[in-house]
C-alpha cells in the first residue's frame, strides 16, 4: 500500500505521482488500433514478474503533479480518449482527474488489476486480473473488458475462473505474455477457436515500435 504520507501529497487526488503522459495508438484489446492520450501513474503492490513498466512501481520516484498540469497536456493534442494506467491507478483518488477530462468531453478508459477500490468516472474499464492478487469482486461488475495474460496452458483455466464472474456485457480477451509469445500462441489460437467467447489480444504497439 502506499505509504500515507505520500498519500497526503496528493490533496485527494489534485495531485497524483506521474510517470509519463504521452499520445499515442492504444496497442491491446478492445480499442487496439485507437488513438489516445496514456495518463500513467506510478505505484503498484502486484508485482507480476513479466511486467513491462516495473519502473512504475516506486511511487515515491515521482513527484506528485499537478491534475490542471496533467489535462492541460491531455487536451492540447488532437486525443480524443484518455487511457489512465499504471502502475495500478486504482491506489489514488481518481474522481478529480476523470471529472475534468469528462468535462472536456474526452472518453476516458481505465486499464487496471481490480486490486483497489474504484474511484472516479470511466466510459470504459479493462480489467486485467493477476493470480498473485485477485480482484476485488466490484471490479468484475465494472469491467466491460476482461484480458487475461497467458503464460501457459494452465493459465486458461485461471481465465475462465474470472470469465465466470464478469457480467454478459463483458469482451473476452486471452493475450499472450510478450516474452513467450511464440510459444504460447498455437494454444491460444486453438483455445480460441474452440471457445469462441474469447478473442485474441495481442500487443500491437510493440510491432509498431511505438509507446
Not at 478492445?30 to 519502473?55: M, Q, S, T
Not at 474526452?106 to 498473485?132: A, M, N, Y
Not at 495474460?149 to 510478450?178: F, H
Request: hydrophobic content about 40%; aromatic content about 10%; charged content about 20%.
Amino acid at each position: 500500500m502506499i505509504a500515507e504520507t505520500h498519500t497526503e501529497l496528493l490533496d485527494g487526488g489534485r495531485r497524483l505521482p506521474l510517470v509519463e503522459d504521452f499520445y499515442t495508438i492504444q496497442g491491446e484489446g478492445f480499442h487496439a488500433g485507437k488513438p489516445a492520450y496514456f495518463i500513467r501513474l506510478g505505484g503498484c503492490d502486484v508485482g507480476c514478474r513479466w511486467c513491462d513498466a516495473k519502473y512504475t512501481w516506486n511511487p515515491k520516484l515521482y513527484p506528485p503533479t499537478d491534475v490542471a498540469t496533467i489535462v492541460a497536456r491531455a487536451t492540447a493534442c488532437p486525443a480524443q480518449a484518455i487511457v489512465i494506467t499504471g502502475g495500478e491507478p486504482l491506489l489514488y483518488p481518481l474522481g478529480v482527474l476523470t471529472g475534468t477530462l469528462r468535462e472536456k468531453g474526452l472518453e476516458i478508459f481505465l486499464e487496471t488489476s481490480g486490486t483497489h477500490p474504484f474511484s472516479g468516472v470511466f466510459d470504459w474499464v479493462c480489467l486485467s486480473p493477476k493470480r498473485q492478487q485477485p480482484p476485488l469482486e466490484e471490479a468484475f461488475a465494472r469491467a466491460d473488458e476482461l484480458k487475461v495474460i497467458v503464460e501457459s496452458e494452465k493459465d486458461l483455466a485461471w481465465a475462465e475462473r474470472n470469465a465466470a464472474q464478469v457480467g454478459p456485457q463483458c469482451r473476452l480477451y486471452l493475450q499472450p505474455e510478450w516474452s513467450v509469445s511464440e510459444r504460447v500462441m498455437p494454444t491460444i489460437v486453438e483455445y480460441a477457436k474452440a471457445h469462441p467467447q474469447w478473442n485474441i489480444s495481442i500487443q500491437t504497439h510493440k510491432y509498431m515500435h511505438i509507446p
